[in-house]
């Protein structure tokens, strides 16, 4: 059970959480592929896509550009073909386009009427600059990889963003819709974590590695945890 009133600050991952990110891999994926005459399903993408994305950011640090780069050459690889230049380049610069859920932007705002709101997020600070505008609220903190130099799961990018918010951890909650990438992390270093498990076409996993955890709660998008946070009890 969570007590909402002991949390001065919400943190956030972006990708997944607060924009539906599947939708715009998807769209991306399916164009290079179509361009190379492959055709597989969604959800096999999704796997696929998280699979070669956790791989990626393993190990020494690249930036997210890179990454996205060579999630799509894995795909090349996996399936058969050699991407083009411009192909790999595709998925990066498609982000700008990706959107919020219908409810992101009036959910924070709600939000950002009782806590503080910060960012973590696995993406370079440029590529969340381009997406900012479209969530509608200002956040006290926007902490990216690109500041860690490290991606979650790793510890590194959430203490750094614990130093930044300047309150303990234990007045922070984390919300993610990846339990590999936001929850387990973030309980492990004290935070309570509400797991957004977002409709996907890879129900319960998304475009992410699978992985086993337990979060503090489990809501199914943004309006329902801030109409959980705004009630007088304990959810």
Not at 42 to 64: H, N, P, V
Not at 101 to 130: G, K, Y
Not at 142 to 171: C, D, M
Request: hydrophobic share 40%; glycine share 8%; charged share 25%.
């Amino acid at each position: 059970m969570l007590d909402f009133s002991r949390f001065e600050i919400l943190t956030f991952d972006c990708y997944g959480t607060l924009i539906n990110w599947e939708e715009g891999i998807l769209r991306c994926v399916h164009r290079i592929l179509s361009a190379h005459g492959k055709d597989i399903d969604d959800a096999r993408i999704l796997q696929l896509y998280g699979d070669f994305e956790a791989s990626s950011e393993q190990g020494e640090y690249y930036c997210y550009r890179e990454v996205l780069h060579s999630v799509v050459r894995q795909f090349g690889k996996q399936l058969g073909f050699t991407p083009t230049d411009q192909e790999g380049r595709s998925l990066a610069e498609s982000l700008k386009e990706w959107k919020p859920w219908p409810d992101t932007v009036e959910a924070l705002r709600e939000l950002q009427n009782r806590f503080r709101l910060s960012i973590i997020s696995n993406v370079d600070d440029d590529l969340f600059a381009a997406t900012r505008p479209q969530l509608g609220v200002e956040f006290s903190q926007i902490i990216t990889a690109q500041q860690a130099q490290a991606y979650k799961p790793s510890l590194k990018i959430f203490e750094l963003a614990l130093g930044r918010v300047g309150v303990p951890a234990n007045r922070v909650l984390h919300v993610g819709q990846s339990l590999y990438h936001d929850v387990i992390p973030a309980q492990s270093l004290g935070l309570a974590a509400v797991w957004v498990n977002r409709p996907s076409a890879r129900r319960g996993v998304g475009a992410v590695k699978v992985a086993e955890g337990r979060p503090d709660l489990q809501v199914h998008g943004l309006a329902e945890l801030a109409e959980a946070c705004i009630q007088p009890r304990i959810v």
